[in-house]
Nanobody, 127 residues
Framework: HVQLVESGGGSIQTGGSLTLSCSAS????????MGWFRQAPGKERTGVAKIVSEDESTSYIDSVKGRFTISKDNADNILYLQMNNLKPEDTAVYYCAAARCFIWDGLRLRDEAFAYWGQGTQVTVSS
């Protein structure tokens, strides 16, 4: 069983930076992929970035490439999302997720019920 706790959200102006953290308890090593999702008001939750624990390979949605960086501290079992040059369209509740890599299909989950989720952290970017 894996428990995930996010932190680091907040309110910031356009162009600013925030770093989200997701502290994991339980095994998230080899065989697991972890990622960040976001849900804006009135929209579906969508994948933003993913990292493969085994080789630390990463993937991103096009709209955040070059601005966001996902990373994982395997020693402390913490997932990060460094967000730079934030834009109002990045405003959303951000969730971290962990699941066996075969549950993932790119930045989507084949079945969200098979993933572990954090409680979410709000990021608000004002113009």
């Amino acid at each position: 069983h894996v428990q995930l706790v996010e932190s680091g959200g907040g309110s910031i102006q356009t162009g600013g930076s925030l770093t989200l953290s997701c502290s994991a308890s339980g095994y998230t090593g080899s065989g697991y992929c972890m990622g960040w999702f976001r849900q804006a008001p009135g929209k579906e939750r969508t994948g933003v970035a993913k990292i493969v624990s085994e080789d630390e390979s990463t993937s991103y949605i096009d709209s955040v490439k070059g601005r966001f960086t996902i990373s994982k501290d395997n020693a402390d079992n913490i997932l990060y999302l460094q967000m730079n040059n934030l834009k109002p369209e990045d405003t959303a509740v951000y969730y971290c997720a962990a699941a066996r890599c075969f549950i993932w299909d790119g930045l989507r989950l084949r079945d969200e019920a098979f993933a572990y989720w954090g409680q979410g952290t709000q990021v608000t970017v004002s113009s």
